[in-house]
């Protein structure tokens, strides 16, 4: 599966950014934004493609919205209003350039996000692939 295994590749890539400490320089903090986005973006196109080879054909066209919402309801992630604010989070990383929204999503990348994405690594690769 070419999708999920370009999520793994990004998630390996984001891990690293768990281990940076503050001051964060302006390339770091893009660089940072950048892979979180890189990361979200094939986290949730894996979900769709997974979904839909296992039978779930209303997630064929859906947004990254839709596919939360789907996999939430399918059991592949837990906690749907986090997977939802890291949407918005993902969403936010055009403002990355704002010094504050950049430093706000790298310290929600290092306390949430990766956590939620090593979950949903590890519950694909236990019930799902």
Known sequence: MKKYENFCKALDNLRLVRDLKEPYDVLTLTGSAALFEICFEQAWKAMKEIL??????????????????????????QDEEKWLAMLVSRNDVTHSYNEEIALALVRRVQADYIDLLDGLKTELESRWI
Do not use: D, V
Request: aromatic share 8%; glycine share 16%; net charge neutral.
């Open 52 to 77: 839909q080879e296992h039978g779930y054909s209303e997630g064929q066209t859906g947004s990254p919205k839709q596919i939360l919402k789907l996999a939430y309801s399918a059991g592949m992630i």
